[in-house]
């Protein structure tokens, strides 16, 4: 007989929606242990764009969506490199959880909005972000008697004859028919960002992590203890930063230009944060950015347009501003000597070591097509600003800043862990950024790692329910 049926590890959307999912499903005693003085992880910190196909709020804003959309959309994005099983799962899953969110008294603004390369619009936005679906959640759960242990980092699990039956925080040991690790990723750890992240770790001293600092990988050494498999290596969403300031900066302003080492542009620069991310691990991951003159004059700067979709990317958002390419910042970078700058792009060039007559020429044809409104690499005409006026800079930037990881245990459609043989590991679920794989490499739009967790999350603890009731 165990003490509980089910013991969830960590309260972020994932750890919050099994618990909730397996106290509806039938299980009578249900705790969370949390290693945090509070609830929430990284979750509590996110903008609250959360993936849902087919939901209420699609069909009253007379969005034609489906799973079937959904799933292609994501084997699509990942070239079919994901687990089939698994995204048809997430997919199906993912519209009536964000109506399940919604019953549970989650508010979303009424129209959902692209996530990024999507077939239909399916990112639902919470009012409040991530905040406002914690609270909801978190009041969830209280009303159903689920106990959130603070301050409680589980560091093992329980085994008997190769069923896990519960875990321990040092010498405390709780059994329980079923556990779940939801335990986050490991953004704040810089041992497993060198070992699992490997393309991030490049970063050197410029690496920052802008989630949680409870964010350790404990998911990975649970798992490990116990013979699960650890998938989605070096993966997960990052954003290119200059390392002026260490804030968040999810879409790049479209007037930069971007170079690699050589001196190629390769993306058009208004590409949405998951493209600019796959294409700079596959190059290395170290860039860059040029401007001219009218980057540094707050007048000339205006005359661009900074964003694609105007200056309000989401409902209820405030105005969108650049906390790295303002003119204050660049000026500000350029005393500090942050910034090399010449009068000539072949001075540049030598200034920041990339071939002269290679960077002459790409932003010769550059400017060309930005005179033409035409742009080779498809970039939107709007954002399109010849460098002309010298001084001429190059800012280095380097894809640097971690928002989600994406190496992790390895489940199936039923949110259960497997071994390293492919194979269910009794008394075992995971869900969240816990797991590795399930969205990766190319994270397919925002909103799709609060949706995988909260969605996985149910599947989790219902199936977690199950197991208790069945007298597991
Ligand atoms: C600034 C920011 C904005 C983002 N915006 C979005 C967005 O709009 N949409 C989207 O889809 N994604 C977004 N993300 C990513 C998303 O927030 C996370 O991937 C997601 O919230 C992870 O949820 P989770 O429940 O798996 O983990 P978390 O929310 O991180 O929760 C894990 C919890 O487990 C606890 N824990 C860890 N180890 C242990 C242990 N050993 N024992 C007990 N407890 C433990 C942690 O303290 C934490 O509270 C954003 C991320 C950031 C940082």
Not at 60 to 71: K, P, Q, R, V, Y
Not at 182 to 202: D, H, R, T
Not at 403 to 430: K, N, S, Y
Request: proline share 5%; with cysteine; net charge negative.
């Amino acid at each position: 007989m165990s003490d509980i049926d089910v013991l969830v590890i960590g309260s972020g959307i994932a750890g919050l929606s099994a618990a909730i999912a397996a106290r509806q499903a039938g299980a009578e005693s249900v705790i969370i242990a949390e290693a945090a003085g509070g609830i929430g992880g990284a979750s509590r910190l996110s903008s609250g764009l959360i993936v849902g196909a087919g939901t209420a709020m699609q069909a009253t804003a007379g969005i034609a969506d489906s799973a079937e959309l959904m799933f292609r959309d994501y084997m699509n994005a990942n070239q079919w490199g994901l687990d089939g099983g698994v995204t048809r799962r997430l997919a199906a899953e993912s519209g009536p959880t964000i109506d399940w969110l919604v019953s549970l008294g989650a508010e979303f603004h009424p129209t959902p909005v692209s996530g990024g390369y999507e077939t239909q619009p399916r990112c639902a936005v919470a009012i409040d972000e991530g905040q406002g679906l914690i609270d909801a959640l978190a009041r969830a759960a209280r009303n159903l008697d689920i106990d959130v242990a603070l301050g409680q980092r589980v560091d093992r699990l329980l085994v008997k004859d190769g069923v896990v039956v519960g875990a321990a925080v040092g010498d405390d040991e709780l059994s329980a028919s079923a556990v779940i690790i939801a335990s986050g990723g490991f953004g704040s750890n810089p041992e497993k960002i060198a070992e699992f992240y490997p393309s991030l770790a490049k970063a050197g001293d410029w690496l920052w992590y802008v989630g949680e600092d409870g964010s350790h990988g404990d998911a990975i050494d649970l798992g490990q203890q116990v013979g699960a498999r650890i998938t989605g290596h070096d993966t997960g969403c990052s954003m290119l930063a200059p390392g002026f300031t260490r804030s968040h900066e999810t879409y790049l302003p479209g007037w930069l230009v971007i170079v690699d080492p050589d001196g190629q542009r390769f993306i058009a620069e208004n590409a949405h944060y998951s493209a600019l991310d796959r294409q700079a691990v596959l190059r290395g991951g170290r860039f860059f950015v040029l401007f001219d003159s009218q980057a540094l004059d707050p007048e000339a700067a205006k005359a661009t347009p900074f964003y694609a979709g105007g200056s309000k990317a989401y409902p209820g958002r405030t105005e969108r501003t650049s906390p790295n390419w303002n003119p204050d910042i660049l000026r500000e970078m350029v005393a500090a000597g942050r910034i090399p700058f010449a009068d000539s792009i072949a001075e540049l060039a030598v200034a920041v070591g990339v071939p002269d007559d290679q960077l002459e020429a790409t932003i010769a044809e550059y400017n060309e097509g930005a005179q033409a409104g035409l742009d080779r690499m498809g970039k939107y005409p709007e954002f399109l600003r010849p460098l002309e006026k010298s001084p001429f800079y190059a800012a280095e930037i380097r894809l640097s800043e971690i928002v989600i990881t994406g190496t992790g245990l390895q489940i199936d459609p039923e949110a259960r862990v497997l071994d390293a043989l492919g194979c269910p590991i009794p008394g075992l679920f995971a869900a969240g950024e816990a797991t590795g794989g399930v969205i990766w490499p190319f994270y397919p739009s925002s909103g799709s790692s609060l949706g995988h967790g909260a969605a996985f999350g149910r599947v989790a603890g219902t199936n977690a329910a199950a197991r208790s009731i069945a007298g597991a």
